[in-house]
Nanobody, 121 residues
């Protein structure tokens, strides 16, 4: 069974960094696409970043230049390095697998439980 989980969320000041981790089990991270989504209160879940099996990387326009997705095959983990965080980045962040990069959230089959990221002074 494919499983992913998120960790690394927390409270950070505007302009600060945070790194989220998504360790996988039941599969190897280079055999399935893995995406990061986020959901703010009252808003629909939106895609943030995605890495395909071939290593192609995608970012939402709102995070380009600030967020970096990476994959560590030895640790079977995908990371989301978030820099220059803004209050509008505040959301629950989820990683997901078994989907297609660029597709909407309801087309992804396996999800973690989410981790809260709060950007506030």
């Amino acid at each position: 069974q494919l499983q992913v989980a998120e960790s690394g969320g927390g409270l950070v000041q505007p302009g600060g960094p945070l790194r989220l981790s998504c360790p996988a089990s039941g599969f190897t991270v280079d055999h399935y696409p893995i995406a990061w989504f986020r959901q703010a209160p009252g808003k629909e879940r939106e895609g943030v970043s995605c890495i395909s099996t071939s290593g192609m990387i995608y970012y939402a326009d709102s995070v380009k230049g600030r967020f970096t997705i990476s994959r560590d095959n030895a640790k079977n983990t995908v990371y989301l390095q978030m820099n220059s965080l803004k209050p509008e980045d505040t959301a629950i962040y989820y990683c997901a697998t078994d989907g297609v990069c660029g597709s909407t959230y309801y087309k992804w089959d396996y999800w973690g439980q989410g981790t809260q990221v709060t950007v506030s002074s």
